[in-house]
Nanobody, 126 residues
Framework: QVRLVESGGGWVQAGDSLKLSCAASGRLQIITAMGWFRQAPGKEREFVGA????????VVPDSLSGRFAISRDYGKFTLEVQMTRLQSEDTAVYYC???????????????????WGQGTQVTVSS
């Protein structure tokens, strides 16, 4: 099993920046990718970004790539998302996920991610 713990959420004002972190523990050797998803009230879960663990290739949707960046702390097995110029539309619960079977093709889809964190709330006030 893999355990994921998110941190860094909170309340910010529009235009601010925020960094979320996700610490993984457990059977780390099975992880091939980690990613971030978010879900706002009344909306479907949305892909925020992800990284293939081998090689470090990252994927961020075009709608967020100018403001959000995915990175990794190699020493702590932690995935991070740096969010800048936050907008009220970014308000959501942000979830970290890990997969042992995803590929670059499926990196942006939720189905291959077998392990999920509890989520951290990000609220952006305008």
């Amino acid at each position: 099993q893999v355990r994921l713990v998110e941190s860094g959420g909170g309340w910010v004002q529009a235009g601010d920046s925020l960094k979320l972190s996700c610490a993984a523990s457990g059977r780390l050797q099975i992880i091939t990718a980690m990613g971030w998803f978010r879900q706002a009230p009344g909306k479907e879960r949305e892909f925020v970004g992800a990284m293939l663990w081998r090689g470090g290739r990252t994927v961020v949707p075009d709608s967020l790539s100018g403001r959000f960046a995915i990175s990794r702390d190699y020493g702590k097995f932690t995935l991070e998302v740096q969010m800048t110029r936050l907008q009220s539309e970014d308000t959501a619960v942000y979830y970290c996920a890990a997969s042992g079977r995803t590929t670059i093709v499926t990196l942006s889809t939720a189905d291959p991610y077998d392990y999920w964190g509890q989520g951290t709330q990000v609220t952006v006030s305008s």
